[in-house]
């Protein structure tokens, strides 16, 4: 998801023009590991959709009956058995992932 990238990249950018107390290096730390978070909070629901179109090739792999019929399908799905919240379902282990692995790529130490 290249846009996801994108966010992440502007969101480091604003987060390291912060006027953060201390040296450089726990700037640099907390801009990363904000950016991962926000990028990977924007994409949770086309990151929720992702799988749940993934699972459907392996439902039919086994031979059972679709759920869904395609990504807008999938999201209408999400949004008619959760609301708009349903988007979100899951995001706080993939938050906390994205601000991790993005910390290991960015940070200087």
């Known amino acids: 998801m290249i846009w996801n990238k994108n966010i992440q990249l502007a969101a480091y950018?604003?987060?390291?023009?912060?006027?953060v107390e201390g040296f450089s290096g726990r700037k640099a730390v907390l801009g990363s590991m904000?950016?991962?978070?926000?990028?990977?909070?924007?994409?949770?629901?086309?990151d929720l959709v992702k799988v749940q179109m993934q699972m459907e090739g392996r439902r039919r792999l086994e031979g059972k009956p679709p759920r869904?019929?395609?990504?807008?399908?999938?999201?209408?799905?999400?949004?008619?058995e959760g609301g708009i919240r349903g988007l979100w379902a899951g995001w706080v282990p993939n938050v906390q992932r994205a601000a991790l692995v993005n910390l290991g790529g960015k940070s200087p130490v």
């Open 13 to 19: 950018q604003y987060c390291i023009q912060l006027k």
């Open 34 to 46: 904000m950016a991962g978070a926000i990028g990977q909070f924007v994409a949770s629901p086309t």
């Open 68 to 80: 869904v019929c395609g990504v807008p399908h999938a999201f209408m799905k999400i949004i008619t």
